[in-house]
């Protein structure tokens, strides 16, 4: 399975993950059999509007079946939901912590945003 990870970092598995999906400054992507990692950079963490939909974007030409961040707004939600792409909530840790929880089924995909729109600027 490919897993997208919002980190805060550019250190693959090591790199802190970044609670703001659409402000991450990037995605560790990462194959879950194998613990491969390529980390690339969320290139709309700094637009003044549209950075959630923008990542989501980017996430979806990525061809992941699933993200890990600690929130997602309404409009990234709805990209990622429409490009069939699982969510999953995790908020404290590595990359390498988030894949082992979802390996672990010690975390589950959610169903709705889990903030508001523009949550990310505060």
Known sequence: MKIAVTASGNNGLDANVDVRFGRAPYFAIVD???MDVNTIDNQ???ASH??????AQII???GVDGVISGNFG????SGL??????LYSFKSG????????LKN?????????????HSGLR
């Open 32 to 34: 879950t059999d194998t």
């Open 44 to 46: 709309g963490s700094g």
């Open 50 to 55: 549209g950075a959630g939909v923008r990542a």
């Open 60 to 62: 979806s030409d990525q």
């Open 74 to 77: 309404p409009k990234a939600f």
């Open 81 to 86: 939901q429409a490009a069939n792409v699982k």
């Open 94 to 101: 590595t990359v390498e912590d988030a894949i082992n929880a």
């Open 105 to 117: 089924d010690d975390i589950e995909e959610i169903g709705g945003p889990t903030s508001q729109a």
